[in-house]
């Protein structure tokens, strides 16, 4: 009967064994396969990261277009505004040229009222004569 033990020891030993391959064969391939969908996920995250880092590109490249923008408008106002004033300017120096023709055309007119009456004075006395 002893040696019926040893057998059955033995022949259990083995299936234990067998078990144990059998079980590090399936955790092996399992650990296959999660190290597989690791490396899957993984590049997923890369593919992501790699489309935000475009996206943050061309948000910064578009922001920098903007502020580009900004900055020549801002200069084009302040052109504006000093043609502006130029401008002003130019209107204050024809309004005060204007004051001046006018006061001339007065002043000529007087002189030209006065003229006329002198030589309408001055042909009256020689028909007169």
């Known amino acids: 009967m002893h040696e019926l033990q040893e057998r059955f020891g ?34 997923e995250v890369q593919s992501f990261t790699n489309s935000i880092a475009a996206a943050v590109e061309q948000q910064s490249a578009a922001t920098s277009e903007i502020s580009r923008s900004i900055q020549e408008t801002a200069q084009g106002a302040g052109e504006l505004t000093s043609e502006f004033a130029h401008v002003a300017q130019a209107i204050g120096n024809t309004n005060r040229t204007a004051a001046q023709l006018g006061e001339t055309t007065s002043l000529l007119r007087r002189e030209t009222e006065a003229l006329d009456k002198e030589v309408g004075s001055f042909l009256r006395g020689v028909a007169a004569a």
């Open 10 to 43: 033995v022949a259990w030993s083995h299936i234990l064994l067998a078990e144990r391959h059998t079980l590090c064969l399936d955790l092996r391939e399992v650990s296959v396969d999660a190290i597989a969908a690791i490396v899957t996920t993984m590049d």
